[in-house]
Structures are given as structure tokens and as C-alpha cells.
């Protein structure tokens, strides 16, 4: 049986301000592991990916707030980020990019994630068999 475990993302209050003002809270916000899906709820985005679209992860960190707050796109890499701290995340990379969330040519080769459990993060991604990148 396939249980679905949940990770909420890690608030800054310092940020709080400009997450409410996107409508992300600690009520709408959470990564979800589970029934063979990465499931991402951030406000009103969504997306949800296989987890065998997974092709690895890496634990990042120290991010400028600037490129780290709110739901960005980056211009280098087209990776896609959720981010409610510039501390530390969880970046995972796609076998297939994903789709953008707006009508966009642009697809998401990875996304980081500011879950306020990194390391669970993780630990979840390897008992579903995906590795971190380099190993």
C-alpha cells in the first residue's frame, strides 16, 4: 500500500508579506509524496509530476531572497522553484521537463523546493528509488 507523505514548506517571516500577497500560506502550501506522484501545492499553483519522471535531487542552499521568494522561473536554466525561504531546498531534476504553469513555450528541466524538511524530502525520494545527483 502506498502511503502519501506530506512536507510543508518552511515560512520566513520576513517574506510573509509577499507570499500572502500571492495567496501562498502555510494552509495552501505542501509537497506531497505518493500514489506514484510528486504533487506540488503552492496557493493557487499546482502541478504533480511521475516519480519516475524524477531523475535525481540535490539539496541546495543560501539563496539571494530576491531569486528565491514566490514562485520563479529562472532565465539561466528554465528550472522552476516554489520558495518560501532562502535558506535551503530540495532541487529535483526531470528525466522530461515540465510544462510551464503559464501558457508558455518554456518547459522545467527542475524545481526547487523549500520544504521545511529537506532531509525528509529526500529520504522520501530515495525509498522511491530516485538518487541524488552524483551518485
Not at 520576513?14 to 500571492?22: D, E, Q
Not at 500514489?35 to 542552499?61: D, K
Not at 520558495?83 to 518554456?106: H, M, Q, W, Y
Request: glycine letters at 12%; hydrophobic letters at 40%; charged letters at 20%.
Amino acid at each position: 500500500m502506498d502511503t502519501t507523505e506530506t512536507f510543508p514548506f518552511a515560512f520566513d517571516a520576513r517574506y510573509a508579506w509577499i507570499l500572502r500577497g500571492l495567496g501562498v500560506k502555510a494552509g495552501n502550501s505542501e509537497v506531497a509524496l505518493g500514489g506514484g506522484n510528486l504533487s506540488v501545492r503552492f496557493g493557487r499553483w499546482h502541478m504533480s509530476t511521475p516519480i519516475g519522471n524524477i531523475a535525481c535531487y540535490q539539496i541546495t542552499e543560501n539563496y539571494r531572497w530576491f531569486k528565491a521568494i514566490g514562485i520563479r522561473g529562472s532565465l539561466a536554466d528554465h528550472g522552476l522553484t516554489f520558495g518560501t525561504n532562502a535558506d535551503r531546498g530540495l532541487c529535483v531534476k526531470f528525466v522530461e521537463p515540465i510544462p510551464s504553469l503559464l501558457p508558455s513555450p518554456i518547459k522545467h528541466p527542475g524545481m526547487t523546493l523549500t520544504v521545511a524538511d529537506v532531509d525528509g524530502l529526500a529520504a522520501a525520494l530515495r525509498r522511491h528509488g530516485v538518487t541524488a545527483d552524483g551518485d
